[in-house]
């Protein structure tokens, strides 16, 4: 017989089981969870935001975002990346970081650039082309807003995203074609691994292919434009895509097979994050230091000038930081060797550690004790939270 999801979760022997899951059906980082959730078979209850559910996530996470998830003890998780680890800690059959620590940094690398790099690429192919602008902007304000206008919300909602992730973000006219290329750039990379092995760091599902799988599966892999460009040009990442949201753990060999990431196809990944995405995070945490709300990024690949200062992705370096430096001597090597050959990782460290102030905030459970019921302002209350 067939048991729910809700079911199940009584039989687990995981006192905050089941857990409520928040989340929208076309969220970037809505995607990552509920497939890593499904993945690990962890026992959890989808369930669809609107409007009106957004205001207690907010009240208990303080960020108006999903994914956010409720223990069925009352306890809150929010931020896909630490709320992974803090499932990892008590789900440990099937590990997503890999045992050798080198690679699990590696791992958690790649996370970080599919979570953050990836996002403005996404938003090109969500809201630049017009289809897709229309078919997304209608379909998240109705399913938001069921009883208002949603033709007329849709267009505000997408307005609202070109703006703030794309116009006042460092695109340009005349640099609009290179965000949309970043597409191009990933299955040039994803296409040759994924046509060799099923996962991208080996046999198994690692956190990297998670990270990867945010803008992959809920935007590149169903926006209009953009699925078809991928079914056309990337056929084996669009079958990781099924291959993923279908996985079980329980369906899988026992034995995990990881790889060190050294084919030739690597290349213009490592290359990427050391010479592109880690100076983007260093020029970011430095203008976060100065004060200054936008900087000019410029790597050795793209330049987007006038991007907006990121507190978030201040904390997301701060967190690389610290992981690398609890490396052994050994494994500290392994990582700057396979690195170096690709623009190495000084970018990393540069200017040493710049403090978000965000640690103690993503110290998961939240403690309501300490900083719920978040209180709403009336910009946040009618402009929804793109930034945190
Ligand atoms: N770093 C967060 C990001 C969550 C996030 O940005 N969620 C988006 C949807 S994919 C959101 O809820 N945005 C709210 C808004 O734009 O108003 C995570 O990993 O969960």
């Known amino acids: 017989m067939e048991t729910s999801t809700a079911e199940k979760g009584k039989s687990v022997s995981d006192p905050h089981a089941p857990y409520t899951l928040f989340k929208s059906d076309v969220s970037y980082f809505s995607g990552k969870m509920e497939a890593y959730l499904r993945y690990k078979g962890i026992p959890h209850v989808p369930t669809e935001i609107n409007n009106d559910i957004m205001d207690p996530v907010y009240a ?12 069925a003890d009352g306890k809150w998780l929010f931020d896909t990346t630490p709320m992974i ?25 790649i996370e970080d650039y599919g979570d953050e ?5 996404a938003m090109w192919w969500r809201w630049m082309p017009r289809a897709s602008r229309w078919a997304l902007g209608w379909r998240i304000a109705a399913s938001n807003m069921p009883k208002a206008p949603s033709r007329l919300l849709g267009w505000v909602f997408a307005r609202r995203q ?10 340009t006219k005349e640099n609009s074609d290179t965000v949309r290329d970043m597409l191009f750039r990933e299955f040039e990379f994803l296409e040759p691994l994924l046509k060799e092995q099923s996962f991208i760091l ?5 956190t990297a292919d998670f990270g990867y ?3 992959m599966f809920r935007h590149f892999g169903n926006d209009p434009d953009s699925a078809e460009v991928m079914r056309q040009q990337a056929p084996n990442t669009y079958e990781w895509l099924a291959r993923l949201w279908n996985l079980r753990i329980d369906k899988c060999p026992a034995k995990q097979a990881w790889t060190w990431p050294e084919a030739d196809y690597w290349g213009p990944l490592l290359a990427r994050i050391a010479k592109d995405y880690l100076p983007y995070l260093h020029q970011n945490a430095l203008a976060y230091q100065d004060g200054k709300k936008t ?14 200062t990121t507190t978030y992705r201040v904390w997301c370096r701060e967190v ?58 009336l910009k946040l209350k009618l402009n929804g939270q793109p930034r945190n």
């Open 60 to 71: 208990a996470t303080g960020v108006k975002k999903v994914p956010a998830i409720q223990t």
């Open 85 to 109: 680890q803090w499932f990892e800690q008590r789900y440990t059959v099937a590990p997503v970081l890999p045992p050798d620590p080198a690679l699990a940094f590696v791992a958690l690398l």
């Open 117 to 121: 790099w990836l996002w403005r690429p």
């Open 162 to 171: 070109l703006q703030e992730w794309l116009w006042k973000d460092g695109m």
């Open 202 to 206: 080996g046999s198994h599902p690692s």
């Open 213 to 215: 799988f945010a803008s």
């Open 295 to 308: 900087f000019d990024y410029q790597g050795a690949t793209f330049e987007f000038r006038r991007s907006i």
């Open 320 to 377: 690389l930081q610290e992981r690398y430096v609890a490396l052994s001597d050994s494994d500290r090597q392994r990582v700057s060797a396979l690195f170096a050959l690709h623009g190495g990782l000084s970018a990393l460290f540069a200017d040493g550690t710049i403090v978000s102030g965000l640690a103690d905030r993503y110290r998961l459970p939240i403690d309501p004790e300490a900083s719920a019921p978040f209180k709403q302002s």
